[in-house]
């Protein structure tokens, strides 16, 4: 950095968003904001360099993005609309402050997309690798919230869009090489957007119990929620719906397990499948995989015979498994 | 770390303590929590490793504590009393899961003092340097917010406690020679506890209006809320309180530039002095150092002619200026 901290404050302060009920934004030691009555959302989320991703592969403007979405799609996973964001940066003398508005402009045209607003942080040296920290409040919109505890007995167990996208378009990204139809599957990658017209219209319908976002991999993200709602989930391989050139090229294990998609999983009971089926009628992209069974973990059917879940997604601790 | 991510939050999960308000903690993409209607305040603020702290001198407890009480200090500077906490941690494979454990082992004790609440937050692998990023959501319990802009001309400038105490600790660490009556000043820096009870005496006599709290150093603080407020401090370098040996050895500066006691720093008009006098008489260490007048800066006065203020404080981008 070249400037100094008081500085970059001052630049940061232009992307603090405005809202009726923030009484104090950027600019003291903390933020202060009126609130009704209700419930809210709290989530925190990091990336690191090195850990999380490259910038040899990510610009500055679609890591704004990536750290603010995934930070969204918690949100979303719970039941609640974003409303306000504190960011904490790790600046690396590396980076210039070009470097770092780059990074906010990218999470400003997030949080302009869902309402949200900037309402403070801290931004800091590092003498090691950078990284980004974001909390973000919401206001709850469902009727209840989406636990990972809720998943019972007999209800289905479905995902939005396609899984695997950006795992793929990593592997592309790293490969190099320009190939025909590479823009989706990176574009996935670098700014995964969560799905936030069917959600809300998931929420209005009222069809959810159980819902969780998916960013380690199918796999291991449904065997938290088999784990924290105490059930066994039974899902096909052959309905996890993703890009044909996945299942043509033997790369099915992207899907399963390769993470990084901000897909919403999410369970319903079976009265709710009318309503699921006509939504998908209207062009929503919900695929059901399987159901919610007694017992525990993840049983994964090919064919109607169970194979085993190739990897069981990432620890950022140990690497892929 | 030698142990699994799912291993770690497992852990972790243990210090998430229970409130009544918490309808859904640790162990979902976020936290959820019922809030009356009011009005909340939110800090982040972060300590990275080599940048704010060496773990040479500064164990994970400490570290912990440390981490916590300043994020608590910003919310009580505020104006509002903790009520949940989020933590971030990016964890460099020498630390151990013990050590990790002992850093929530302190910030649990922190917790404990404030009925604070852990509901949240992330944990993730870093390639470089160890850091802690911590979010506090606060509820408002004075009329109104302490903020760095209601500084008006006329009113006094007041600190509590004595200045320079953690900075003249981190000199004795550093030294390495035990000596006399060292424990005191190591002890504020490396566990710099806010003067809670006093300033729940300044919230219940409603005494003051701008606050903060004094963290990168007095003179570089207070201009800060000079700047916020579009005025003008005159200080006594007399009046400021700190250790006699600071004076006795020539060491002024840290009182003035030295930072990180987390003391509060606030103005009142006149008609509170007698609330504020008999507070002192009470006991509670407030010393005023100065007014506010209209102008820009701070006026550093020695023996009633204008001196310069050793140091302008930490800049975290820049080191000491």
Partial sequence: MEISENRLIGLIRKFAGKSNTIVRGIGDDGAVAGLPEGQYVFVQDAMVEHVHFEFSF???RHLGKKALYSNISDTLAMGAR???????????????????????RGMD??????????????????????????????????KRYFGRDKARTGHLIAVTGRLGEAAYGLRLLKERAPRKGAGSFIRRFLSPRPPYELW???????????M???????????????????????????????PRTLRRDGLESLALAGGEDYQLLFTFPRGKLDAVSSMVQKGFKITVI????????????????????????????????
């Fill in 58 to 60: 990510m610009d500055p």
């Fill in 82 to 104: 974003p409303l306000f964001f504190l960011v904490t940066m790790g600046i690396p003398e590396k980076l210039s402050s070009g470097d770092v508005l780059k990074i906010y």
């Fill in 109 to 142: 045209m997030v949080a302009r997309e869902f309402g949200a607003v900037l309402i403070g942080g801290d931004t800091t040296a590092t003498k090691g690798d950078f990284f980004i920290d974001i909390s973000v409040i919401g206001k709850m919109v469902s």
């Fill in 200 to 210: 809300k219209e998931l929420v209005k319908n009222d069809i959810t119990d159980a």
């Fill in 212 to 242: 969780m976002d998916i960013s380690d991999g199918l796999i291991i993200d449904l065997s938290r929620m088999m784990e924290e709602s105490k059930k066994q989930a039974c899902i096909h391989w052959e309905d996890v719906p993703m």
């Fill in 290 to 321: 399987g159901e919610v069974v007694s017992g525990k973990g993840v049983r994964l059917l090919r064919n109607g015979s169970e194979v085993e879940a190739p990897g069981r997604g990432y620890d950022h601790f140990k690497g892929a498994r």
